[in-house]
């Protein structure tokens, strides 16, 4: 997710997925609703801990799937 940090000059911080504002529930809904079955991907290409924010992706998601 991204997240714009009050009164920093930078303009978004880029966050583990289920760590920010995104409605993840309304878009699982949505792929549901439309029968979507495919392919998920986990990108994590900022961090200090690439694969524990992807382990931590990976339960996340587990919740809608």
């Known amino acids: ?3 714009n940090p009050v ?3 930078i303009p978004y911080t880029v966050l ?3 760590k920010g504002d995104v409605p993840f529930e309304r ?3 949505a792929l549901q ?3 979507y079955c495919g392919w ?3 990108e994590r290409e900022w961090g200090n801990a690439p694969d524990e924010d ?3 992706a990976v339960d996340f998601l587990t ?3």
């Open 40 to 42: 998920m991907a986990i």
């Open 27 to 29: 878009y699982f809904d």
């Open 54 to 56: 992807i382990k931590e």
């Open 33 to 35: 609703e439309i029968g």
């Open 16 to 18: 583990p997925l289920g």
């Open 1 to 3: 997710g991204i997240k």
């Open 7 to 9: 009164g920093s000059k």
């Open 63 to 65: 919740q809608y799937i």
